[in-house]
């Protein structure tokens, strides 16, 4: 394991996640651990300098529709729809969470 990776040790994550580990698993997931680690460390290698940063391998564009003015319901149809109204508003059942 090189320096970079000591102390990532997968009784110790096991601790912190409440998960019992047979010394068989341990074993296992230890080795698997460290081949990630190791795959890591070779990505650190490659030169990105002339990379943008990113959040998406896409250029992502908004893809809503224009914020137009047009027509809406008509109040009073709405209300005469609603299954519960009051002083023109829709009454809905009292919702609390606790």
Same mark, same amino acid.
Do not use: F
């Given at each position: 394991m090189s320096e970079s990776n000591q102390g990532?040790? %997968?009784? *110790? %994550? !096991?601790? +912190? !996640?409440?998960i019992d580990l047979t010394e068989e698993e341990r074993g296992l997931f230890q080795g698997q651990l460290d081949q990630i680690l190791h795959y %890591?460390?070779? +990505?650190? =290698?490659l030169d990105v300098s002339n990379v943008e940063p990113t959040a998406? !391998?896409?250029?992502? *564009?908004? %893809?809503?529709r224009?914020? =137009?003015?047009?027509?809406?319901l008509d109040h009073d149809a709405v209300i005469a729809n609603a299954p519960s109204a009051a002083d023109g508003q829709i009454r809905v059942p009292k919702i609390i969470d606790q």
């Open positions: 990532m040790d %997968v009784g *110790y %994550v !096991a601790r +912190l !996640a409440c %890591v460390e070779q +990505l650190d =290698e998406h !391998a896409i250029p992502v *564009y908004n %893809v809503l224009k914020d =137009e003015l047009g027509s809406s």
